[in-house]
């Protein structure tokens, strides 16, 4: 069964610090796609990137930054510079495409607190 | 990008009585919806997974007779808390799926804003 562990509940940064977000997941499957959405206190799911399997290549949006590692299972997620507006919770999601279609696996989710 | 609404965003009701949470795709048609149901300071749930002209298929642990979900047009799925308690008071979230463009096998999740219930 598919799985994604978020191992970090909660984090404090100040302004213009770096943070990574970790992400480990399971999956018996070859094919399927990671996430990471942004959850701000609306409540609204804010998409921010998906990978398939296939494509290990690590991608850069701005001040945003994915690690995909296949041979740890990993897709850790870095903003750089932080600022306040990036407070919220992050969620790291898996999509199996060959045993359950497009339906997603959330990890627990991290609370991400940018302090000015 | 796609967009998915829903409707009430908010709602308060008495305990023992029904709610009916719209989900609505505006610019798409969408053959399989989701629906999520979140906990304060948790994860995203999924509850059962909406398809149009079908019977829903219900997550292990979800009462398919508590939680009424019907599929009954392309751009329109509803979510139907039946004698709810407090304990049903939860934040319930919807996406819509289609095909990615370009790639075969390959969907999109659009998400709706989410509708907080609260049960008195």
């Known amino acids: 069964a598919q799985k994604v562990t978020q191992a970090q509940t909660e984090i404090s940064v100040v302004e213009k610090e770096d943070v990574t977000l970790d992400c480990v997941y399971e999956?018996?499957?070859?094919?399927?796609?990671l996430f990471w959405y942004k959850q701000p206190p609306s409540g609204e799911l804010v998409f921010l990137i998906r990978?398939?399997?296939?494509?290990?290549q690590n991608e850069i949006s701005g001040r945003y930054s994915w690690n995909f590692q296949k041979s740890t299972s990993s897709f850790n997620f870095t903003i750089t510079a932080s600022q306040v507006v990036d407070s919220a919770v992050y969620f790291c999601?898996?999509?199996?495409?060959?045993?359950?279609?497009?339906?997603?696996?959330f990890g627990e989710g991290t609370q991400l607190t940018v302090n000015p | 990008g796609a967009v998915v609404s829903q409707h009430p965003s908010w709602v308060i009701c008495k305990s023992g009585t029904s709610v009916k949470i719209e989900c609505r795709s505006l610019?798409?048609?969408?053959?399989?919806m989701f629906w999520y149901r979140q906990f304060p300071k948790q994860s995203l749930m999924l509850m059962a997974t909406?398809?149009?002209?079908?019977?829903?298929?219900?997550e292990q642990g979800v009462e398919k007779d508590k939680f009424l979900i019907n599929h009954a047009s392309l751009t329109l799925s509803t979510l139907t808390v039946t004698s709810a308690h407090p304990e049903d008071s939860s934040f319930y979230i919807c996406?819509?799926?289609?095909?990615?463009?370009?790639?075969?096998?390959?969907?999109?999740?659009?998400f709706g804003p989410g509708t907080r219930l609260t049960v008195t």
């Open positions: 999956t018996r499957d070859t094919t399927y796609y």
């Open positions: 999601a898996l999509s199996e495409l060959e045993t359950s279609g497009s339906r997603l696996t």
């Open positions: 990978r398939n399997s296939f494509d290990e």
């Open positions: 610019d798409f048609q969408a053959t399989t």
């Open positions: 996406s819509a799926m289609i095909p990615a463009s370009g790639r075969p096998s390959s969907y999109e999740q659009y």
């Open positions: 909406s398809n149009e002209g079908s019977k829903a298929t219900y």
